[in-house]
């Protein structure tokens, strides 16, 4: 069973409530695990078949081989924009894009769009999933895919099959990109992540002692 599967399983059978605050304070969404993997599902659907043309370029090349030591298909990633009140939508999004195989590569809302599309140039990220609070300005980069991720609404239920991350795909390879916060350059350093990654961060956070 893969990694992204076992996490998607224990979030949809836990008795938790997933909650997304404002700026204010004020909660503007509740969701329960079944709810947010039902989501992640049908989600899935705008993410199949996507193709940006063109190879790896030399940025995305050196991104990826430092931290896995394999060139990442340009073709693969797919940035993510989301608001601050936004967090929920932002990992459906995520968790939709890797079970489709994707590297995702998140940009900061609190960037200015200037420097938000420096990075998509910068790594060659032709593909966006954003929330309702930001796709306006997504779709003016005029990039190759935009996509809208919003969880408004209630999902079929999924099934099992749903669930499933591809089996070509090893949990060593790269599912996600995100920047350090200093810079040694025009841009911060991209660090990979891969699922192997997240698991591992997980299973630390269970041997805390308040947990």
């Known amino acids: 069973m893969s ?15 997933l909650e997304t605050y404002d700026r204010q304070g004020d909660c503007v969404l509740k969701m329960t695990g079944r709810e947010f993997v039902d989501a992640v599902a049908h989600h899935r659907g705008a993410f199949s078949g996507w193709t940006v043309p063109g190879g790896s370029d030399s940025a995305s090349q050196s991104a990826s081989q430092s931290a896995s030591g394999s060139a990442e298909p340009r073709s693969k990633l797919v940035g993510l ?8 939508e932002f990992l459906v999004a995520a968790f939709a894009a890797i079970a489709e195989g994707f590297t995702v590569v998140p940009l900061s809302p609190n960037w200015t769009a200037e420097l938000q599309l420096r990075y998509l140039n910068q790594y060659k990220i032709r593909a966006m999933a954003a ?11 005029g990039l190759d895919r935009v996509v809208t991720v919003s969880v408004a609404e ?47 961060a997980i299973d630390n956070i269970k041997k805390l002692d308040f947990l």
């Open 81 to 88: 924009l989301f608001k601050s009140e936004e967090t929920i």
């Open 131 to 141: 929330g309702a609070g930001l796709v306006k300005r997504v779709e003016e980069w």
């Open 154 to 200: 209630n999902f079929p239920s999924a099934a099992a099959g749903a669930l499933d991350y591809p089996d070509n795909l090893p949990e060593s390879r790269p599912c996600a990109w995100i920047f350090t916060s200093g810079t040694s350059g025009a841009v911060p350093k991209c660090t990979v992540i891969s699922m192997n990654n997240i698991a591992a």
């Open 3 to 17: 990694i992204l599967r076992t996490i998607l399983e224990e979030i949809r059978d836990a008795e938790f409530i």
